[in-house]
């Protein structure tokens, strides 16, 4: 993960403009670069050296009066580099980002960011016109927020919203699947919109996941730096990390956490790392463990959700614990399939029409919840995310089959993505086919009902009541809630409008009494997490 801060400015001083880029130094600290341009625009880069180590790496590019930042991954760079030297392009490197100017000057910014396969964000400047332009992948997997400089009302854009709300007004996400030209937003790319449902065959069906999920896998597999993997045992970061397994000549290495009085996550993740014969590491935490990081997570997250919260806090830890005892830089993760495939509570869908408006609900939505989770536990260590599942192709094809064939009707949840692999070998069918919790619940029970505890401790019954008058808009409904947002308005203050709501599942379905978005409140946890 690098960091990046642009301020389309030339009244701030440097001194506050480098105050503000300090504040995203953990996304990247191999290499810092601040560059003022004649338009008196400031480019400040935090690097994390993952594609060609060397300065010729460096950020932001500069070609032809054109300068660029890229927070990202380019998986078809080698295919787009080759077509550009036929248009005379030189390259000084092997970074992937270097493709992305002269893809500029080609084909302009609409037609660029239809051609990559990739993660990314990026501010690009031509200074012969005096045009910005911005972008952001579809998925959001890349961060990415803009708002406009106090004093001049110019656009400004940073990796993380904490760089900004010092010296601009009006800090918002940049919309995933957008581009920013003229002085405006275009959308490029809704993952959520399917043009055409695919109905196939179950056996054709389950070739094109099993295909397109494995190459999803390996074209991550490409980086310059150390990799390792989050396994929790579950179904889909058990699918990535045999896959990866599969393709490469050493073993894996795999990480998993779990509480020190009653993880869940462990002896799953055991089981499977024991079958690839990886190099695993099991990581125990504690309560104290849990309760210190709170208000460091709720500072990098920037939200006040309380299942990203909850869910982040093991993430953070096993993250913390990586970047202190190994060298590695990358992690594959295994985020995004659920919105796809289907949550426990999605079970209760009562109609394939419904469960494709939530399937696309939840996947437009994916970048204020889990895929923000993986960005930030990561870069908050000086790690990056990779995350297979939201390949373009896999996703798009995923959407794509007709609804009716995900609904739970076999017995099993994602009965789809687990039939796909199924008599395989990849991975025994038991572990394909066992029920698996949440992540929050699965690191141990005991880690949310410390949460709950320490709140209920802090707060009465009269000052949750007092909430809605407190805070009006997403007003917190617990005093676990209520203690998310008070450390998030700390940090924060009137900016709760980064996420449109608490996640929560869909009380239409799961009925209005459900108050909690934890699995094991609903009717069908059964033996999850057990």
Request: glycine share 6%.
């Amino acid at each position: 993960m690098c960091g990046f801060l642009f301020m389309g400015t030339s009244d701030l001083a440097i001194a506050e403009f480098k105050a503000n880029l300090q504040l995203i130094e953990h996304r990247g600290p191999d290499d810092q670069q601040h560059v003022r341009d004649t338009l008196g625009n400031d480019f400040g880069f935090h690097r994390l050296s993952i594609m060609d180590l060397s300065v010729c790496g460096r950020q932001p590019f500069g070609l032809n009066g054109k300068r660029l930042m890229c927070n990202g991954e380019i998986y078809n760079f080698i295919i787009l580099r080759k077509f550009l030297e036929t248009q005379g392009y030189e390259f000084a490197g092997n970074s992937d980002c270097e493709v992305l100017i002269p893809l500029f000057e080609t084909q302009g910014i609409e037609n660029m960011v239809k051609m990559l396969d990739a993660e990314f964000a990026f501010v690009l400047v031509d200074e012969n016109t005096g045009e910005t332009f911005a972008a952001r992948d579809p998925f959001g997997i890349r961060p990415m927020f803009y708002g406009y400089a106090k004093e001049t009302g110019k656009i400004c854009f940073a990796s993380e919203a904490k760089a900004l709300v010092k010296s601009c007004r009006e800090v918002s996400p940049f919309p995933p699947g957008y581009y920013y030209a003229n002085d405006e937003f275009y959308v490029y790319h809704d993952i959520s919109a399917v043009k055409q449902m695919v109905e196939e065959p179950l056996a054709e069906i389950s070739g094109h996941i099993r295909r397109k999920l494995e190459r999803a896998v390996k074209k991550r597999l490409h980086a310059d730096a150390p990799m390792g993997y989050l396994l929790s045992g579950g179904l889909d970061s058990s699918l990535v990390c045999a896959i990866a397994a599969r393709e490469l000549e050493q073993p894996i290495k795999t990480f998993a956490i779990g509480m020190e009085t009653d993880p869940i996550d462990l002896k799953y993740a055991r089981e499977v790392a024991d079958f690839l014969r990886t190099d695993h590491t099991e990581v125990l935490m504690t309560k104290d463990d849990v309760l210190g990081a709170l208000r460091d997570v709720i500072w990098h997250l920037e939200t006040w959700d309380i299942t990203t919260i909850r869910a982040s806090i093991g993430m953070y830890l096993i993250c913390k614990y990586i970047r202190e005892n190994t060298d590695l830089k990358v992690l594959m993760t295994g985020e995004v399939s659920d919105e796809m495939f289907g949550y426990k509570y999605t079970d209760f869908a009562p109609n394939a029409n419904e469960f494709q408006n939530e399937a696309s609900k939840r996947v437009h939505e994916l970048y204020m919840y889990d895929v923000l989770r993986a960005d930030r536990c990561l870069a908050a260590h000086s790690l990056e995310a990779r995350v297979p599942f939201a390949d373009l192709d896999f996703a798009n094809y995923v959407m794509s089959i007709n609804p009716q064939r995900k609904l739970n009707t076999y017995g099993k949840g994602k009965y789809l993505l687990r039939h796909a692999f199924e008599g395989t070998e990849l991975l025994p069918d038991e572990i394909l086919f066992r029920e698996k919790a949440a992540f929050s619940d699965a690191v141990g029970h005991s880690m949310v009902d410390y949460l709950k505890e320490f709140a209920e401790n802090k707060y009465t019954d009269e000052e949750l009541a007092a909430a809605k008058e407190k805070y009006p808009s997403h007003t917190p409904f617990t005093k676990e809630s209520l203690l998310y947002r008070d450390i998030f308005e700390e940090f924060y203050p009137g900016y709760d409008g980064w996420i449109v709501d608490f996640w929560m599942p869909n009380s239409k379905w799961v009925g209005e009494e459900v108050k909690d978005p934890s699995a094991r409140v609903l009717s069908n946890y059964g033996d999850s997490g057990k």
